[in-house]
């Protein structure tokens, strides 16, 4: 059992940033690879960011890949989302996921999931 915890949203200014948090209960944290999603209201759930269980590799979708950086630190159990650059799209709550079964992109292949975290960005 894994249980999630998502921190650090808030309303920033276009062009601020803001850093996610993603605190994780349970011991098979280190051995899970971690998603970061995110839902704007009308909208579907939407990848945005994934992280092996080791780090060494991630991947991003396209609308944020030079502004966002995922990353994890599997001795404190939490994961984070670095946002820079941030647009009025971004504005959606941002969910963390673990434990996916097959293809992370699909929010429907993850297990675990935090209670979410709003971001707003004004323009």
């Known amino acids: 059992q894994v249980q999630l915890v998502e921190s650090g949203g808030g309303l920033v200014q276009a062009g601020g940033s803001l850093r996610l948090s993603c605190a994780a209960s349970g011991r098979t944290f280190s051995s899970s690879p971690m998603g970061w999603f995110r839902q704007a209201p009308g909208k579907e759930r939407e990848f945005v960011a994934h992280?092996?269980?080791?780090?060494?590799?991630?991947d991003y979708a396209d609308s944020v890949k030079g502004r966002f950086t995922i990353s994890r630190d599997n001795a404190k159990n939490t994961a984070y989302l670095q946002m820079n650059s941030l647009k009025p799209g971004d504005t959606a709550v941002y969910y963390c996921?673990?434990?996916?079964?097959?293809?992370?992109?699909?929010?429907?292949?993850?297990?675990?999931w935090g209670q979410g975290t709003q971001v707003t960005v004004s323009s």
């Open positions: 992280i092996t269980w080791s780090g060494s590799s991630t």
């Open positions: 996921a673990a434990r996916p079964t097959g293809g992370y992109r699909d929010p429907n292949r993850w297990n675990y």
